[in-house]
C-alpha cells in the first residue's frame, strides 16, 4: 500500500468513527452550523463533529499549520474531500472567510495579517460577510462609491453595501471601499477587513417575495478602521477582488458536491419519484435525467482537476469563471427535470400536506434562479469569458 492509499484508508477510518450518524446526508436550511463567535448548535452531534473537524484542523485541510489548517498536501485534502463525499458528510460548518477570504489572505495578506486572522477563522470563531455590491454598483462592480478616507493611522469610511448575505448575523466584513476617488475607477479600489460592531455600522435586512431572506443593507457612518485592515497595497484593491471572486465562483461550482441544503442527487430522487417509466413522458424524462447527469460527471471530473491545479498554484481564473456558469446553469436544467418528475408534488409552499424533502427541493428550484446572479450573472460571466479567456474583442 503506497502513502496515499495508506492515507485513504486512515481518512477513511477516522471519518467513519468520528462522524455521527445524524450528520450524514442532505441537510435541511435550519440544519446548517455557522461558524462565528456565537455558534447555534441544535443538537449535541452537530457540536461533536464541529468540535471533532476543527481539531483536526480539517475546516481548512490544506492551509498551513501554523495559520490553523491541516497542513494537508493537495493531494490528501482531495482524499479527504472524495471519501466525505462517500460517506455523504455535511459540512462541519459554513464560513464565507474559509472559501473566499482566506486563500486571498494567504496569497496577499502581511504575515502579521495572516496570524491574525487565519486562526480564528480557520478555528470556525468568527463569521464573516462579503461587502462588494452597492445599490449602484453592481454588475459594474468598479463603480462603488463606499469612501475610505485617510485619518491618522485610520481610515473613515462612509457609504452603504447591499445584498450582504447574512450581514445581520456575520461578525466580520471584508469590504471594496474607494481610497482614490481621483483615480480611473478600477485603480481607486482598496479591500480592508472590519468589525461590524464597530461604531457608526448599521445593517438592515430585507425581505424578499419569499418571506425569508438572508440579505441585508450595510450602512457605514464615519466607521473608523485601522490602516492595519487594508489588505495589499492602497488602490490594489481591483486585482484582490478579481481573486476573491475567483475563489467564490469556485465554491459556488462546488455545492452540488456536499450535502448542502441546496444539494440533491438528480438521479436518487429520479428513482424516488418514478422507479420505473411508465409511458412515453416517462422515458423523454429518463432521458433528460440521464443525459444531465452526464454533464454533471463532465463537470465533477473538470472540477477535480480544477482543485489539483490551484493547489498547485497554478492559474485557475479562466475555469473558475467557465465552471461558475456551467454548475449554476446545470442546477436550473436539473431543478426542472425534478419538479417535472414529482409532479404535483412539488407544488408545496408550506403545510403538513408534504414532507419536509420535498417543500427544500420546491425552495431549492427557485433558489438555483438566483445562484445564476449570484457570484456574477451568467451574462456577466458570458462576457468575461469572451474577453479574458477567449480573447475575443468587444463588440462595437
Known sequence: MNDIEEFRHTVREWLEANCPTSMRGLMLADEMVWGGREIDFKTEDQRLWFERMRDKGWFCPDWPVEYGGGGLTPEQTTVLETEMRKLRCRPPQINLGIWMLGPVLLEFGSEEQKRELLPPMARGEIRWCQGFSEPNAGSDLASLQTAAREDGDDFIINGTKIWTSYGDQ????????????????????????????????????IDLISGKSSFCQVFFDDVRVPKSQLIGEMNG?????????GHERRAMSKFSQISLPTHFSLLETLFEYLPE???QSDIALFQRAISLRMDEHAFELTQRRLNEAARARQD????????????????????????????RRALGWEGSA?????????????????QAIAGGTSEVQLNVISKRVLGLPEAK
Open 237 to 245: 484593491g481591483w486585482a484582490l477582488a478579481k481573486a476573491l471572486l
Open 277 to 279: 417509466p411508465q409511458t
Open 170 to 205: 456575520s461578525d466580520w466584513m471584508y469590504a471594496l471601499v474607494r481610497t482614490g476617488p481621483k483615480e480611473p475607477k478600477h485603480a481607486g479600489i482598496s479591500l480592508i477587513v472590519l468589525d461590524m460592531k464597530s461604531p457608526g455600522v448599521t445593517v438592515t435586512p
Open 316 to 343: 485557475v481564473s479562466a475555469m473558475m469563471a467557465i465552471q461558475k456558469l456551467v454548475h449554476t446553469e446545470q442546477e436550473k436544467d436539473k431543478f426542472e427535470v425534478l419538479l417535472d418528475v414529482m409532479g
Open 354 to 370: 408534504f414532507t419536509d424533502q420535498q417543500l427544500a427541493l420546491t425552495n431549492t428550484w427557485l433558489n438555483a434562479f438566483t
